[in-house]
């Protein structure tokens, strides 16, 4: 490493700290109604949207209601995607005359979507049209986005009350996400992206003719809107099938910091939107120093790993011999490494390299970062109530350490909460491990891994990893685009996503019911040192333990053959 890298990490890292505080108490104000310098502009668009939905903002929804109203939001969400997907060959808007999906790539892509994922089993500009990029997957980029920001707020209010069964409106919570939070950020960074030459137009593929007298069709599009929210949204879904490795996506070393920095602004962000609504920026900087603890720790393993020498090329210099395959040279492998572990760690499933060709061990640290559950900064949203879950955990193990009824901010936990949370636990097992092993046994579904040994087998762990994890990243060696594995991946992403928000949504319910209990001098304090180290420690032991056999057999044994 040089010093242009250390800079790219340094000018990373505060660009998204340094807004987070500010962002954060921006955020709360606006899923709270009070007036925000946005106000006088956007009221009155947000007051018409409920009169056009004949949405009554005042009225507040139980757990139960609120649970109802997001499932049936969402699967009326996936019904309208997956038909546009089927019919785009049908749909305007559509220069190149592309057909619509086959069905089970359909199906695949929309549930894809909907939950935030944004796994691409296809090549954008070669089989969407501009409608179904707009139309479909942008507004999904969207509203699973809020989606996953309205879950944390319910889960924040049934914190922060006290004897009571609402938790808000789900209506009123997506409004205000999408409208005050997720339209006004993705304007600034789309103009940004265009000024560095991200293409936002509704003109034909460009056709022009190389200096080899060859044809050449250039795909364009309204691109720099979907990437915009892509990143934001912590969704990661390419308008182009390489993502943002293609120089329309990310043409310049300042598209590539403004796209890097916008994965983990909002996560971070929320962290302190968390410490407002239970009154105690403590907990936010003790959360948020977990989160930044185990990114680094990813960082810094993935670093050393990718930048040593590839030992096929062990005569070359240091610098020389590093892996470059699979780079975009305008990056080189520092940028390349910081992306893959951000994008792993936030659920957000850009890429600006190929993972496949990053070296196992880096490889393995963006697999352990999905297989925890999203919870090292996550998804917009989720990453922060996933994180919520492992702290309820941290803090019934401390409970159950020193023989006291377990309690967090004056909640008590008691049997019917550790249920749910046990529940929650294996969501991530269920989604990799179940549904990986029938992939894997399977004679016609093994077929779509590429390589032989230690590394097929990670390509395979990777896929069904990133489907549960609702990150939509992969190595891009795995075939992924057969029925069996658009409909099995589907079945994870899902699981990935509801398997979590239904729990959150019953545990938020259950702690909005009970009164809160002042803190006494045998409580646990939730905001110090000792409580991050044993946060720390239970996400990697009851989060990640699970997993560790199945990284000796991929990443580890394939690191373990290399020079052989």
């Known amino acids: 490493m040089n010093s242009h890298d250390i800079l790219l990490i340094l000018a990373f890292l505060a660009l998204v700290l340094l807004p987070a505080p500010f962002l954060g108490r921006f955020f709360y104000k606006v899923m709270e109604g009070q007036r925000t310098f946005l106000s006088p502009l956007l009221l009155p668009a947000e007051r018409l949207v409920y009169r056009a939905c004949g949405i009554d903002p005042e009225r507040e929804q139980d757990w139960k209601t609120y649970t109802l109203a997001l499932l049936a939001f969402n699967l009326a969400g996936l019904a309208a995607l997956f038909a546009i997907l089927l019919l785009q060959g049908s749909l305007p808007l559509n220069p190149q005359h592309l057909p619509g999906l086959e069905w089970t790539l359909a199906l695949n892509t929309a549930v894809s979507f909907v939950t935030n994922t944004n796994w691409q089993a296809y090549s954008g500009e070669a089989s969407l049209s501009y409608l179904s990029q707009m139309a479909g997957l942008t507004v999904q980029n969207f509203v699973s986005a809020a989606v996953g920001l309205a879950v944390l707020v319910a889960l924040a209010r049934g914190i922060a009350r006290k004897s009571t069964h609402n938790l808000g409106n789900f209506w009123v919570d997506l409004t205000r996400a999408t409208l005050y939070g997720l339209l006004p950020l993705c304007l600034l960074l789309a103009l940004l992206l265009v000024w560095q030459g991200v293409p936002q137009t509704f003109l034909d593929y460009a056709h022009a003719t190389t200096l080899q007298g060859a044809e050449q069709s250039i795909p364009l599009g309204p691109a720099a809107s979907q990437i915009a929210i892509k990143q934001l949204g912590t969704n990661g879904g390419g308008f182009f099938g390489v993502n943002s490795a293609h120089p329309f996506e990310n043409p310049t070393a300042w598209s590539n910091l403004f796209e890097l920095a916008s994965i983990i602004l909002i996560p971070a962000a929320l962290v302190f939107t968390f410490g407002h609504y239970v009154k105690d920026l403590r907990q936010s900087r003790a959360i948020l120093g977990c989160m930044l603890a185990l990114f680094l720790i990813g960082l810094g393993a993935a670093l050393w790993a990718e930048h040593q020498p590839n030992p096929a090329l062990a005569a070359l210099p240091v610098e020389q011999g590093a892996p470059l395959e699979g780079k975009d040279s305008r990056f080189g492998t520092t940028a390349s490494v910081l992306w893959a572990v951000t994008t792993t760690a936030a659920s957000n499933g850009s890429v600006n390299a190929m993972h496949d060709s990053l070296n196992p061990l880096s490889g393995m640290v963006a697999l352990s970062n999905m297989m925890l559950g999203e ?20 803090v019934f193990l401390a409970g159950l350490m020193v023989g006291r009824t377990p309690e967090y901010l004056g909640k008590k936990l008691e049997a019917k909460e550790v249920r749910l949370l046990v529940a929650t636990l294996l969501v991530m097992p269920v989604g990799v491990l179940v549904l990986g092993a029938i992939a894997a046994s399977l004679p016609g579904p093994a077929a779509s891994v590429s390589n032989p040994g230690a590394h097929g087998f990670s390509q395979l762990l990777y896929a069904y990893t990133s489907g549960a994890a609702n990150n939509g990243s992969a190595f891009a060696g795995f075939g992924a685009n057969t029925p069996f594995h658009n409909l099995m991946i589907a079945l994870a992403m899902l699981i990935g996503r509801f398997g979590y928000i239904v729990p959150v949504l019953a545990i938020a319910g259950s702690l909005a019911a009970k009164k809160a209990t002042p803190p006494g001098p045998n409580s646990f304090p939730t905001h110090g040192l000792l409580f991050v180290s044993l ?25 373990l053959t290399l020079g052989f």
């Open 375 to 394: 919870v090292v900064f996550g998804g917009v949203g989720a990453g922060l109530y996933g994180m919520l879950l492992f702290v309820l955990i941290a």
């Open 535 to 559: 946060l720390t420690a239970t996400i990697l032991l009851v989060g990640g333990l699970n997993f560790l056999p199945t990284l000796v057999l991929g990443p580890i044994a394939d690191h």
